[in-house]
């Protein structure tokens, strides 16, 4: 009987490969053969899965962004039945902001993407979708969760996330440390919540 | 005679074409040849003037550095003598942001050195210490642009540059255009000044 072959699992294994060397060496280090390599395949066998490198950046940002929902799903989760808005929101943020190892890591393939996906506009898209939700969520929640007068939840869910990719920006650079990034995050939701 | 070379200029306009080469095509379209070919010079020329890649970087960024700051300037003094520090602060902002094609080419220049620095930290100093000077010139603005009660100007201003910085990226992205930035930017000055 011929082996079954997981062709998702082998994608998979190939799109974190590709992660682990855009985290470590950049976006510019991403090649078929890098990848390859450090996903213990031939070049061919990537090839066979991916004809580009467009359609293997594509996979490897989905594989980010579930990594990244399940992420803030289990955070959310973690802080029991109710949690107030303003709580949620905190949570959600300092989930995503880059404060340890396996966050920079992942912080760096987002910054990469972020920077492969400004001179192609159309790879942005699954991007545009998710910042749309978000900020639906973010402004439902600031609604719920008695604003200050004057504050218009809309424009404050551009503001929180905006700020929220800031700071990870900033982290990343190391213009300062987490402890900085989380007390202007504080600083910036007692400007938006009583 | 022989002809006097000016080799501050060549290197500026070898630098050129490396932004011109990474604003259009992403950091990883960025080789010695390829530079060389945008700057109508030969690979042995580039490589008199930088041995390496990072050499080669490490000088754009100053160009672009330098850029940026001249536009800043020139903006702060379009708004005449003494304007009011949240006038100021709005112009420096809203100055730095991709609304435009100039700008959005410079940004993507900018994203794409942030994407490079993140994995080489030691090449991020000069960003660092950019950071750092604009901090304390923000966070003094805000302490002399009368803020609102419980403000403290030091992380408020971490939140702006964050903001700005996030803002960019979003505008980079295409997940929304200049009039949502702007009014974000515009809602969050409303929570820092009277």
């Known amino acids: 009987m011929p082996k079954v072959v997981d062709h ?23 090649s078929l053969r890098h990848v390859a390599a450090e996903a213990g395949v031939t070049s061919g066998m990537v090839q066979h899965y991916f004809r580009t490198k467009d359609e293997m950046m594509a996979f490897a940002l989905e594989v980010v ?24 929101l905190r949570t959600i943020v ?12 992942d ?15 159309e790879a942005a898209a699954p991007l545009r979708a998710d910042t749309a939700e978000m900020r639906a969520f973010v402004a439902d929640r600031i609604r719920a969760g008695g604003p200050r007068e004057g504050i218009d939840p809309d424009l404050a869910a551009v503001g929180l996330l905006a700020l929220m990719e800031g700071l990870g920006v900033h982290l990343l650079g190391g213009h300062y440390g987490p402890d ?4 202007a995050l504080d600083a910036h939701l007692d400007t938006i919540f009583e």
């Open 8 to 30: 998702n699992e082998r994608r998979t294994r190939i799109a974190e490969a590709l992660l682990r060397v855009a985290g470590e060496h950049g976006l510019e280090a991403v």
């Open 65 to 88: 962004r579930e990594r990244s929902e399940a992420r803030l799903t289990a955070a959310a989760a973690g802080l029991g039945p109710d949690p107030t808005p303003r709580r949620l």
């Open 94 to 105: 300092a989930e995503v902001l880059p404060v340890d190892e396996p966050r920079r890591a």
């Open 107 to 121: 912080g760096r393939v987002a910054l990469a993407f972020l920077a492969y996906t400004a001179v192609r506009p």
């Open 180 to 183: 900085v990034a989380l007390a």
